[in-house]
């Protein structure tokens, strides 16, 4: 296996950083497979991905990682109950058309899910609709209303409490600040609704 | 499948290269069948390239579609015009490099091309077998291998790779010899055919069968059915290709003319490549083993042999780590069939890569030269030996 890019994208040094060694991961939405190959290389991991694009999915074959092609709200159902330890959706939720579906079979299949999505209640959204009245557009969520694959527009408030509504709980959390595919950031303490431009959730079941 | 090879572009090869054969079942120790037949002796035609480790374990072996041999790359001598059917994967630094793997290819039994097959000479009459040939499954031309592989030495195979029928082959690998494989690659296919895929095996099978010359199978001493055989296998080409491979690579043109002839000659350049590809096909090839090989794939159903009809069930008996492939084109095996073993290995917790690549030349995809398909592979088995070797 190739050497792992160790200045990945910020949120997934965080995320990275949640996952116990050895563990079982499967990363919906894995890309080119950044995540999955540093958490093989530094934390030793089964890990495998799903993935829809066929160049990113080939670019992870090439590199020695385990991805399949399909579409994740589809894949995800496939897997026997508890396969996985930990299964990581990163800044895709926010394209998800049913999130509920979605987080429900997440918890089926691993033991704890791990979410990460842009804040939409970031003091510049908020600027933006507030003084220019246009749909907002940040480096964050980049695209116009009509173009955007991001059909949700999620807050840090709103997922904790969507996990609430679906009857799981928050494990962890880390509200950071960073752009979309920057390697550096920082962990936002004091009012992490307005001034962070991600939330990262580790959810899990109740009982756990 | 089709014929595409040609040499290589950067003249990469394996280089000379020579057919060797194994016999094994002799009488009274013969092989018996999936049907309870017995069979012997066997002998298989096969070739290997590259080095067997002092350790025996990078032996990749290749299983071949319908009309392959066991030549898989290289020349049988400077003279050859085409290199082996898959020499465009196949060699030093290629997608399956032979520097690193030690690679295996073998005919399968019932084939014509050097494997006994319904064209040997049957031991109990001195004559060739004919219908007099015990039919064949998927599973025998595995059982087959497994001897061959025995008779190397080697214990584990570090990969089993192969498109279409090979692809079969592969998965039947897998379920019947799971220690045995340590990873597998299976191209192009599906666990059964379709009934869409049994019925142009049929109408090939009964244009060979329909030709005077074939005799009941009888026709070794005397005239080749031909005209049937290379009708089957113009029934073949237009499952290998599709819809827009054919409209890129003949549309309406006419061949060689500039209008109609108004009679029944070729006029279109498909109708050409047609009758020419089953005129080709005639000299190479025998038309029982046409029929035994069609007759094992369309009989083919991994969920039936291993898994009392659960394709899941039958999978939870592979250990491997796999590669799934299909081709956006491919009508024959479509993506469907793939996503399917995809799906029995993701509920049995296996290991699964898959890859649809975006391919217009149909079924036929996995055998033209590709960057794509050679990358993929060659990083899939790049892991397995790191993995081995850890």
């Not at chain 1, 200045?7 to 995320?15: A, K, N, P, V």
């Not at chain 2, 025998?286 to 969920?303: Q, V």
Request: aromatic share 10%; glycine share 8%.
């Amino acid at each position: 296996m190739k050497s792992t890019n160790s200045r990945m994208r910020y949120d997934l040094q965080i995320i990275a950083s949640w996952i116990e060694p050895g563990s079982h991961v499967v990363d919906l939405g894995c890309g080119e497979g950044d995540l999955l190959q540093h958490l093989i290389t530094h934390k030793g991991v089964h890990g495998t991905g799903i993935e829809r694009n066929e160049e990113k999915v080939a670019a992870c074959i090439e590199k020695g990682l385990s991805v399949l092609q399909g579409d994740i709200n589809e894949e995800v159902h496939d897997y026997p109950e508890g396969r996985f330890d930990y299964v990581i959706l990163s800044q895709t939720l926010q394209q998800v058309y049913e999130p509920a579906v979605l987080i429900r079979a997440m918890l089926r299949i691993g033991r704890k899910g791990i979410v990460s999505f842009p804040n939409f209640s970031h003091w510049d959204i908020r600027r933006q609709v507030f003084f220019t009245g246009f749909a907002p557009v940040s480096r964050q969520l980049p695209f116009q209303w009509f173009n955007t694959p991001n059909i949700r527009v999620i807050t840090l408030k709103d997922f904790r409490k969507f996990v609430q509504d679906v009857g799981f709980k928050i494990l962890k959390e880390a509200a950071i600040n960073t752009h979309s595919q920057d390697r550096h950031g920082s962990i936002v303490q004091f009012l992490p609704n307005l001034r962070a431009t991600y939330g990262i959730f580790m959810i899990g079941k109740d009982y756990l | 499948m089709s014929e595409y090879t040609q040499h290589d572009k950067d003249l990469v090869s394996v280089g000379l290269v020579e057919k060797k054969s194994f016999t094994f079942a002799e009488p009274p120790s013969e092989m018996k069948l999936e049907s309870d037949a017995r069979l012997g002796p066997v002998t298989i035609a096969y070739e290997t390239y590259g080095a067997l480790a002092p350790d025996r374990r990078n032996a990749v072996l290749v299983l071949h579609a319908l009309s392959g041999d066991s030549h898989v790359a290289g020349y049988y001598s400077a003279e050859d015009e085409k290199p082996g059917w898959w020499d465009c994967m196949v060699g030093p630094g290629k997608g399956i490099d032979t520097d690193k793997f030690f690679v295996i290819c073998s005919n399968i039994i019932g084939s014509c091309l050097g494997s006994t097959g319904p064209s040997a000479i049957n031991p109990a009459t001195g004559r060739a077998y004919g219908l007099d040939f015990p039919v064949v499954t998927i599973g025998d031309m595995v059982a087959a291998q497994k001897a061959l592989i025995g008779h190397l030495g080697i214990e584990r195979l570090l990969c089993v790779v192969g498109g279409s029928i090979g692809g079969m082959q592969v998965l039947e690998w897998c379920v019947r010899y799971p220690e045995m494989v340590a990873s597998a690659i299976p191209l192009a296919t599906t666990m059964r055919h379709s009934a869409l895929a049994i019925a142009f095996n049929e109408v090939a099978r009964q244009s060979i069968m329909a030709d005077p010359n074939w005799n009941h199978g009888d026709y070794y001493n005397g005239a080749k059915p031909a005209l049937g055989l290379a009708v089957a296998r113009m029934i073949g080409h237009i499952t290998y290709l599709s819809d827009e491979s054919m409209r890129l690579k003949f549309g309406r043109r006419l061949q060689d003319k500039s209008d109609f002839s108004f009679n029944f000659d070729a006029d279109f350049q498909v109708e050409s490549y047609l009758r020419y590809q089953g005129r080709k096909f005639v000299d190479r090839f025998d038309a029982n083993s046409f029929l035994y090989i069609t007759k094992a794939a369309d009989y083919y159903d991994l969920g039936k042999q291993h898994g009392e009809g659960s394709a899941v069930r039958a999978l939870s008996k592979a250990h491997a780590r796999f590669l799934v492939i299909s081709f956006t084109s491919d009508w024959l095996y479509p993506t469907y069939q793939a996503r399917d073993i995809v799906k029995a290995l993701k509920k049995n917790g296996r290991d699964v890569s898959f890859c649809e690549i975006e391919a217009e030349w149909g079924h036929d995809a996995f055998l033209i030269p590709g960057e794509r398909l050679k990358t993929l592979i060659h990083g899939f088995l790049e892991r397995i030996h790191h993995e081995i070797n850890q």
